[in-house]
């Protein structure tokens, strides 16, 4: 499922963050964050973390056929535990 829907112009990078902290348990934190995409015209282009929150950076590389993808984040915890949340990006021409 996901838990937000963004629409993005082709021509744009831009960025889509997960906040995980009301997810996390007390003293519990991201130890580790991955990003995987629907279909490879989706280009994630830089990502990062912090103890509470994922980053992701997306562009496509040139004039896009299909218009849905889900990014798809995978954590663990310090604590062992492990999520995944998707975003659902519609790209559009503004």
Same mark, same amino acid.
């Given at each position: ?5 963004f629409?993005q112009?082709?021509a744009?990078r ?8 009301s997810?996390l ?5 991201? !130890?580790?964050s991955s990003? @995987?995409?629907s279909?490879?015209?989706?280009? #994630?282009? $830089?990502?990062?973390?912090?103890s509470? %929150?994922?980053?992701v950076?997306?562009k496509?590389? !040139?004039a896009?056929i299909? @218009? ?6 995978? #954590?663990? $915890?310090?604590q062992?535990r492990?999520? %995944?949340?998707?975003i659902r ?6």
């Amino acid at each position: 499922m996901a838990i937000a829907d963004f629409t993005q112009d082709p021509a744009s990078r831009l960025d889509y963050a997960v906040d995980w902290s009301s997810w996390l348990v007390a003293g519990d934190t991201i !130890s580790s964050s991955s990003w @995987s995409v629907s279909d490879p015209v989706l280009i #994630i282009d $830089t990502s990062s973390n912090t103890s509470t %929150t994922t980053t992701v950076f997306a562009k496509f590389p !040139s004039a896009v056929i299909k @218009s849905n993808y889900m990014l798809t984040n995978l #954590i663990t $915890t310090v604590q062992g535990r492990i999520n %995944t949340q998707s975003i659902r990006l519609t790209a559009q021409k503004a």
